[in-house]
């Protein structure tokens, strides 16, 4: 009988473990190594955070979100990763204020130092949960697992390639949770039969601005064979409903001023050559001399500040970061993550209806949301 029973060897179930020390503890996880997400992230050097953390950064009740942030800031986990020898320092090339770790590996290693004293059952599905006489009753693919408390830490429906799948939210439903609509996020989109000329530059990326509901971010738009990705795309995707997204592919200048010369439009417009030329087929304006422009034409030109689409979709689970959507956080105990429905119950991270931007959000809601939990449990 363990005291304490964590589903998911991921960031918040490994903060979570690291904190528990002289408790009986136990992590199950699907993969045969722990922090697998961890690994992949960042490009293999984990963008851990962000130094502009606020609740605006997320989807979800506000309310919530700020209070756990409070439990554990940005500077609060930085510290705690100074002192167990990981450095992160910020890189805002792909998003700005965000914290990389030189590799992912270091957190790897740090978590595994950290949690010598927990049970790790890898390589090991949950298949099924009981409660009977205030006992959790863990059924898995290799034994039966039984504990006083149980965390559920088993992330989301992204990367199924690394064991994702819905059992945090079959869990919550089994004990009478509300679980919202779930969507991939932090994914490409695919685009209409208009945006066709975007799969013609697939590879090609360049600088932009998008508005997206009553958003607005600036940053790298990449070009992909299936429409368009990049973080600009990505953090797009967490607020995307349904209807038009409107592009500036020329943020910082006026494209009149840019025009007035007697070069080929494809010669004053700075932006890749490829592009400006499938830009204006698109809009059926010829690659001529700016000077003989008729004012239709200039006119016509004036949407590369406002080109609007509908995205056709996005690119499913597959592609996606993580999931938008999960366990409705009013039935979760902001004080301690318990469920407000069943005793000694708890769920942290992703599988909650938290969804941070793209560049270290998502990371730093996983760890506050463990560390308290771990200060109440």
């Known amino acids: ?14 903060m979570l473990a690291s904190s528990l020390k002289n408790r009986k503890t136990c992590i199950i996880e699907t993969n045969d190594k722990i922090a697998q997400k961890i690994k992949v992230s960042g490009g293999a050097k984990c963008n851990i955070t962000n130094s502009l953390v606020t609740c605006d950064n997320y989807l979800g009740n506000k309310d919530f979100i700020k209070k756990v942030l409070r439990n554990f800031s940005n500077d609060d986990l930085l510290k705690f990763l100074n002192s167990n020898g990981v450095y992160p320092k910020i890189n805002p090339k792909l998003v700005k204020g965000t914290y990389f770790c030189k590799s992912s590996q270091d957190v790897i290693d740090m978590f595994t130092k950290l949690t010598t004293h927990v049970k790790k059952i890898l390589n090991t599905k949950v298949v099924d949960i009981d409660f009977k006489d205030e006992v959790f009753i863990i059924k898995t693919s290799n034994t039966i697992i039984k504990a006083k408390k149980l965390v559920v ?34 994914v490409g989109f695919t685009v209409q039969k208009e945006q066709f000329w975007f799969k013609k530059l697939s590879g090609l990326s360049i ?6 509901e009553d958003k607005i971010f600036n940053g790298s738009l990449l070009f992909a064979h299936k429409g368009c990705s990049g973080p600009l795309i990505l953090n797009s995707s967490l607020y995307w409903k349904k209807g038009k997204i409107s592009f500036d592919f020329l943020p910082k200048q006026n494209y009149k001023e840019l025009l007035k ?5 494809s010669s004053k417009l700075p932006l890749p050559k490829r592009f400006v030329q499938e830009f204006l087929e698109s809009i059926k304006v010829k690659d001529k001399s700016c000077n003989t422009l008729t004012k239709e034409e200039l006119e016509a030109l ?8 509908s995205p056709a979709g996005n690119f499913g689970y597959t592609k996606a970061e993580v999931t938008k959507g999960g366990i409705n956080t009013d039935e979760i105990d902001v004080n301690s993550m318990e469920s407000l429905k069943q005793k000694n119950l708890y769920f942290l991270g992703e599988c909650l209806d938290v969804t941070g931007e793209l560049g270290g959000y998502n990371f730093q809601f996983a760890f506050s949301s463990a560390i308290t939990c771990a200060r109440n449990i």
Do not use: Q
């Not at 600088?207 to 997206?212: E, L, N």
């Not at 010369?261 to 439009?265: G, T, Y």
């Open 1 to 14: 009988m363990y005291e304490i029973a964590i589903i998911g060897a991921g960031a918040s179930g490994l």
């Open 153 to 186: 830490a088993s992330g989301g429906l992204s990367y199924a390639s690394l064991g994702a799948s819905s059992l945090a939210y079959d869990i919550a439903k089994k004990f009478g949770h509300d679980v919202s609509k779930l969507d991939p996020a932090l």
């Open 207 to 212: 600088m932009a601005r998008v508005k997206v």
């Open 261 to 265: 010369s007697n070069a080929l439009i």
């Open 302 to 309: 004036s949407i590369i500040h406002n080109y609007e689409l």
